[in-house]
């Protein structure tokens, strides 16, 4: 008898070590919403987050497979949800384009294909983690002016040279320049058409940093007529926005096109944002392209502290136009490479966004998050996101909601049961688990997973004896959740 009774300690335990709900019986209430955006920009450009081993082979080539897995366990533990990963670099790419060629962080060299499909392989393991990925599109950058002979033959300054000028160290497309819109939104429809991304993550829509001197003179010249060149400007990046959104939804509307536009919109009548905003630096309409329902949600990059944050977050907040703005917060600047920030920074603005109810935050970047610089990692996975959370729905595109599953119940072993049910179209899968009944599925504390699987494993034993009810709902691509 003690010996069987000691098994089935270890048997709760073990249970409570692998479901949230188990541990949330034991801890106190948390503030947590359902509904929040968690995300983390996952970079590759020089392998910064990933990867780190070049697929030159093949025993190198599942190496760099199981570093992404590595991470992506890392960040579900934390409880993130949304991972903005970088798939357009510098004119270049991590699956195998028709348009452009693969980037040199994969194999060490432009041009070579890796021996997978790395986009393909990262949206499945994201997935199967019940997590969503992001194809994250570096848009108006191109590539180093050192290397544009080593990019072969689909390099863009092969295939539409017209499109660029040189700024500096760089390339950039000219955004005035007509035909620039359409190859970039060639690019999202390539991704969109042949990936399941859940969302399409636009960076530096924008003209480049001394915007002063890029040379697009001759452009404005010719296409500007009689507009002010600021207005003809951001006008210019406003087509790039308006056209993306429209093909994209015209392929998959429940594709939720986002950006990172600068974290200060504009100067505001008491705060300065002493030269470095969207709207009159660099020719961002960020808050215009909420107004006008051409993106589904932002993350502008906040990576201020103080005065610089506060206000800006706050005008964000109160111009949003019902769209969800999530604001990206410079975690590297913990780092002691970095700017040393101490920890109670980040923590500080983590809780005002909280506070005041934004509906999600973001992170720069997945290493410092997975390194646990400064105590992070502990601190969300613990302390700030007790319990996992779902993406907000996109009333806009769809409030119907999906079929509720039909669950069946199965005893799979002496200690084990099983819920199964049969597939929603579109649709992923929330458990609910709670000592009550019926499961309150409005309360986050009781959920246990996201998944797209049909199908959830329970200790039969520990559920019994905790005296566990569950639940199961549909979540379909606009976020909309069943009964």
């Known amino acids: 008898m003690k010996k069987y009774l000691g098994i089935l300690f270890i048997a709760i335990l073990l249970v409570m070590a692998q479901h949230s709900f188990a541990q949330d019986l034991f801890s106190p209430a948390r503030t947590a919403p359902k509904h929040e955006v968690r995300a983390v920009w996952l970079t590759t450009i ?14 190198n080539r ?10 992506l366990d890392q960040l579900k533990a934390a409880r993130i949800n949304t991972i903005l990963l970088q798939t357009r670099i510098r004119g270049s790419v991590i699956y195998p384009s028709k348009i452009e060629p693969w980037d040199v962080c994969l194999t060490g060299q432009f ?28 848009t108006i950058p191109s590539f180093k002016i050192k290397d544009a002979s080593k990019m072969g033959p689909k390099a863009l300054l092969r295939t539409h ?31 969109v058409s042949c990936y399941d991304v859940d969302g399409i993550h ?52 429940w594709v939720r096109l986002s950006c990172s536009p600068v974290g200060k919109y504009q100067d505001m009548r008491r705060f300065s944002s002493y030269g470095w905003n969207a709207y009159t630096a660099v020719y961002q309409d960020a808050q215009g392209w909420l107004r006008d329902g051409i993106m589904d949600l932002l ?30 917060l410079g975690i590297y600047f913990l780092s002691p490479n970095e700017k ?40 969300l996975k613990t302390a700030y996101y007790p319990y996992p959370a779902l993406l907000p729905p996109m009333p806009w595109e769809s409030k119907e909601k999906p079929a509720a599953p039909i669950v069946s119940v199965e005893r799979t072993g002496p200690t084990t049961g099983c819920l199964r049910w049969e597939p929603v179209k579109d649709c992923r899968y929330v458990i609910y688990a709670s000592k009550q009944f019926p499961v309150n599925t409005a309360d986050p504390a ?38």
Not at 112 to 128: N, Q, V
Request: aromatic share 14%; hydrophobic share 35%; net charge neutral.
């Open 46 to 59: 020089s392998g910064l987050d990933w990867p780190k081993t070049k697929a030159t082979s093949v025993a």
């Open 62 to 71: 599942e190496k760099q497979k199981q570093e992404l897995c590595q991470i």
């Open 111 to 138: 041009d070579k294909d890796p021996g997978y499909d790395p986009l393909a392989f990262a949206i499945e393991e994201t997935h199967r983690r019940g997590m969503e990925l992001h194809a994250w599109v570096v």
């Open 161 to 191: 040279p017209k499109l660029l000028k040189k700024h500096n160290d760089s390339y950039y497309l000219d955004p005035g320049l007509p035909g620039s819109d359409d190859y970039l939104v060639s690019i999202c429809k390539e991704i």
């Open 202 to 253: 636009f960076d530096y829509i924008r003209y480049p940093e001394n915007a002063g001197s890029f040379p697009d003179g001759p452009t404005y010249k010719k296409y500007g007529g009689k507009q002010a060149k600021a207005d003809w400007r951001r006008d210019n990046i406003t087509r790039i926005v308006s056209k993306a959104h429209s093909a994209i939804k015209v392929l998959k509307p």
């Open 299 to 328: 993350f502008p990059m906040m990576y201020f502290q103080g005065k610089h944050f506060y206000p800006f977050a706050a005008d964000w907040i109160e111009n949003s136009y019902g769209r969800p703005v999530v604001p990206g």
């Open 340 to 379: 040393d920030w101490e920890f109670g920074i980040i923590q500080r603005e983590l809780c005002y966004l909280r506070e005041q109810g934004l509906p999600g935050q973001a992170y720069f970047r997945s290493q410092f998050l997975t390194d646990n610089t400064k105590g992070l990692y502990d601190y």
């Open 446 to 483: 009781n959920i246990v997973a996201v998944t797209p699987q049909c199908e959830y494993h329970y200790n039969l034993l520990a559920t019994t004896l905790l005296g566990m009810h569950f639940a199961v709902t549909a979540l379909d691509r606009y976020g909309n959740e069943s009964e």
